[in-house]
């Protein structure tokens, strides 16, 4: 599954972040420096302390988990995905297993 790189925006602010969906090759190689560098802190203390537990075997999971993770978190902030880059966003929505209502799902729910 190859990586994409999603845009989401926070609508208060006009923040934009850009999140890639997939694995994660610079988590892969980097531990958690990417989280670091993009002010993920959680995530960065979370990978830090579990590869220190584990002796480093945390990262091999970490780096196919990491970009949902971070993509999920900027969305629980309140960013709202505006271009899912080689993907549409109901694609990306998918990949992070946010539920897609139909339509009709919507009005029966209201």
């Known amino acids: 599954m190859a990586a994409t790189t999603a845009t989401l925006v926070h609508p208060t602010t006009g923040i934009q972040k850009k999140a ?3 694995f994660s090759w610079t988590t892969f190689f980097f531990s958690f ?3 670091v560098f993009r002010s993920d802190w959680k995530n960065a203390i ?3 302390v579990l590869s220190c537990l584990t002796m480093g ?3 091999l999971v970490f780096c196919f988990i990491y970009n949902k993770r971070y993509a999920l978190g900027l969305i629980e902030k309140g960013y709202e995905i505006t271009d899912g880059g080689k993907l549409t966003i109901e694609e990306v929505k998918a990949r992070l297993g946010i539920a897609v209502l139909e339509p009709e799902a919507v009005r029966e729910a209201a």
């Open 57 to 59: 075997l945390a990262g």
């Open 46 to 48: 979370l990978m830090l």
């Open 33 to 35: 420096f990417p989280a």
């Open 20 to 22: 890639p969906i997939g």
